[in-house]
T-cell receptor, first 114, second 113 residues
């Protein structure tokens, strides 16, 4: 079974702190994604990575950066956390073979910024 | 741009009732369509998918048919169970062979015994 793990289920940080959210997948997938999920807004794509050291902005990249130094690991960085970044963060991965490739999701990290 | 519109929730049903969650889309080209489900406290998981017009995706008693003429992909189940209580998301692939998905806002389903 594909497994996508996220470093924390719950995280509480203070405004202005630098925050790292880690995601690891064990299926040798090329593509990895970071989303945020907010009530009434669904899932919105923050960043996408299609290979090691390669990244592409999603729909809401402002205030975020990412790092992908190894194929299995994709990190989301909040350079200076703000209260409007309080949200559920979901990581996903997918391979490159076949059509309509399934995205596999981690359990999510609920981040609260005080 | 590409977009997905799904019915607003929440939806509350009694066990064994019939379920329909409407989903319509706007897209260029020929997207693939998906339904994902999120159980309480978990991430999303794929429920079913369809890759071309008139395809029917099915899984766990749920079904959805890719209707190009009405740009729809409605989710149905004949008899829901309490364990089906979850949030359901309709999604499509973005154009140009992209790996990226566009999600609807989600519909929360509660099934009462």
């Amino acid at each position: 079974d594909v497994k996508v793990t996220q470093s924390s289920r719950y995280l509480v940080k203070r405004t202005g702190e630098k925050v790292f959210l880690e995601c690891v997948q064990d299926m040798d997938h090329e593509n990895m994604f970071w989303y945020r999920q907010d009530p009434g807004l669904g899932l919105r794509l923050i960043y996408f990575s299609y290979d090691v050291k390669m990244k592409e902005k999603g729909d809401i990249p402002e205030g975020y950066s990412v790092s992908r130094e190894k194929k299995e690991r994709f990190s989301l960085i909040l350079e200076s956390a703000s209260t409007n970044q309080t949200s559920m963060y979901l990581c996903a991965s997918t391979g490159t073979s076949g059509r309509a490739r399934t995205q596999y999701f981690g359990p999510g990290t609920r981040l609260t910024v005080l | 741009g590409d977009s997905v519109t799904q019915m607003e929730g929440p939806v509350t049903l009694s066990e064994e009732a019939f379920l329909t969650i409407n989903c319509t889309y706007t897209a260029t080209g020929y997207p693939s369509l998906f339904w994902y489900v999120q159980y309480p406290g978990e991430g999303l998981q794929l429920l079913l998918k369809a890759t071309k017009a008139d395809d029917k995706g099915s899984n766990k008693g749920f079904e959805a048919t890719y209707r190009k003429e009405t740009t729809s992909f409605h989710l149905e189940k004949g008899s829901v169970q309490v364990s089906d209580s979850a949030v359901y998301f309709c999604a499509l692939t973005r154009g140009g062979g992209s790996e990226k998905l566009v999600f609807g806002k989600g519909t929360k389903l509660t099934v009462n015994p």
